[in-house]
């Protein structure tokens, strides 16, 4: 008898493909799950409702609010990770040495940002990362509030002189004319998280197991089948993402080959990163809850125990996923 799910994810961009590769290769039906709904939701403060009522069994996403959901006595929890990389870069009309150079200069930037607080806003936490890995002092920065999702449109339009750019949207500012600026990767907890809550995990385990079954047979398709994932990110992942120049989609396809985690687990620097992000929001978590009290691998380690991975990838399972370098 099938599994019901009901699934939100949160980002198209980057889980996507991957929910397009789940389809393509019957993850769902192969893992014994009837997936009732799939449903995008943007922003954390929507998806995380539906999880805690009882509207959804579990999120693709949500890499940040779950630390001040469980520090405040919610049951959320973490059991499995795609992808554990960031690898923006910065772009402008003018080059940059480094990302140094940023200080004195307009960055355009998610409208919550500011430069000690993300709020809310993950890719403007990783980019305040980036910013203190390299001792940047952010309040130097004059921060453009975009309007645009796109946010190198704005330093097209003369209204910021830089911005930091994920794939492929970094390779649509290339493409247009803007310089690039290659930043060291960041580790960070993105892309598909399997979220959901602790009574799940009590009362569901097949349901669990089943889930990161199917994701991991997903990420087996795209770094195994590359030719038969190109054809669903020409016909599928092509128009859901609304991307018409084909070396955009093609770009997307090899990092989503190199970066993807085959046996979903996130690495440590990532979830210190992830941590990091929300401490920023909520200082009292950082002596009030430990990083890794979220997260819940005991599934992970008796699906690779039992051999399931090792003989989906015919003994030859891929090294942890990497940033794909240029």
């Known amino acids: 008898m099938s599994l019901p799910l009901k699934l939100v994810y949160r ?41 805690a009522r009882g509207e959804c069994d579990f999120i693709f996403g949500s890499h940040i609010s779950p630390y001040l959901h469980r520090f405040h006595g919610q049951p959320f929890v973490y059991l499995g990770q795609t992808v554990n990389w960031v690898d923006d870069v910065l772009v402008s009309k003018v080059p940059l040495k480094s990302i140094k150079d940023l200080e004195g200069k307009t960055l355009s930037e998610s409208p919550k940002a500011s430069a000690d607080r993300h709020l809310g806003s993950h890719p403007a936490g990783n980019h305040l990362l980036y910013l203190r890995r390299e001792g940047v002092d952010a309040h130097k920065i004059i921060f453009y509030p975009s309007k645009a999702r796109k946010h190198y449109s704005d330093v097209i ?150 051999g399931f991975i090792e003989e989906l990838y015919g003994g030859r399972v891929p090294g942890p996923g990497a940033i794909l370098e240029a």
Request: proline residues 7%.
């Open 11 to 51: 980002s198209r961009p980057i889980q996507y493909p991957l929910l397009a590769a789940m389809k393509a290769c019957k993850a769902w039906e192969r893992a014994g799950i009837d997936l009732k709904s799939l449903e995008y939701v943007s922003g954390a403060a929507q998806s995380d409702p539906m999880l």
């Open 157 to 306: 339009e003369g209204l910021a002189d830089a911005a930091f750019a994920s794939p492929p949207d970094d390779e649509e500012a290339r493409r247009a004319g803007l310089h690039v600026l290659t930043l060291e990767p960041l580790p960070m907890v993105i892309a598909s998280t399997m979220t959901t809550l602790w009574p799940i995990v009590e009362k569901n385990r097949d349901l669990c197991v089943a889930v990161l079954k199917a994701v991991i047979m997903g990420v087996h398709f795209i770094k195994t089948k590359p030719d038969e994932m190109w054809k669903v990110m020409q016909n599928d992942v092509a128009a859901e993402l609304k991307i018409q120049d084909p070396n955009v989609l093609e770009y997307l396809h090899k990092k989503n080959l190199s970066v993807l985690e085959p046996r979903l687990y996130a690495n440590a620097e990532s979830i210190k990163n992830a941590f990091e992000l929300a401490v920023m929001e909520e200082p009292a978590i950082a002596k009030g809850l430990n990083p890794t009290s979220l997260w819940d691998f005991h599934f992970l380690r008796s699906i690779e125990e039992s």
